[in-house]
């Protein structure tokens, strides 16, 4: 269970945030001061060129608190107040597998409205699925070279079998409203031989971004 004061609430942007991102978090906070308490901190952090090195930075202040779960959220994100409501799906001490949780959320577009810029919301799946994902993460010092494994076949849409779940089984799920559990940060920062979670991992022919890249390597430490 997600209890009081657990939740970190972390955004990393460019430096600027959309107003309904900025609505949607007040919402939230709102909501959380009213009833249930569970968020303990929030961070926003000015992200450089390299996403990954700022995402790897909030982990590492997150662990550095008293926190229980990392909410990360991107600038595009909308979401509903109750959102941690619905991600509370389980605890810890018996469902392992829900160390990772990655929630369904609209995407914000600029579009382009009868001539006139404007916002549109866009539902898109968090979820990924494989085949023949190569288990064995390292951290090459190269480009992508035929020396590398092949990339796995995605896909987005969850198998039918799966579809009628509340919470969904998947091989991956982006970092874009994601929430992680400190367990399975201190377990991958013990079992992986380099000091960082979020980043690309390479094959033969491209290279995944740095949100599927944490998880391949939670994959490969058992999460």
Known sequence: MISPRSVF???VNPGRLSTDFVRSLLDLLEYDRENMHRVGALHLHKSGPDLAVSRNDTVRMFLSTHCEWLLQIDSDMAFPEAVLDR????TISDQQDRLIIGGLCPILQFVDM???PGRQ???VSNGYWWEGLYL????PDHAPS???PRSPKVQ????PKLKHLRVIPADGVGAAFLLVHRKAFELMHDKLPFPHWF???YFATDQTGEDLGFCIRAKECGI
Do not use: Q, T
Request: proline residues 7%.
């Open 121 to 123: 919301h866009r539902v």
């Open 9 to 11: 609430i972390a955004n």
């Open 156 to 159: 987005r849409e969850p198998p």
């Open 87 to 90: 991600m509370n799906v389980g």
């Open 114 to 116: 009868l001539g006139k």
């Open 136 to 139: 064995g993460v390292e951290e």
């Open 199 to 201: 980043g690309s991992v």
């Open 146 to 148: 035929k020396h590398l």
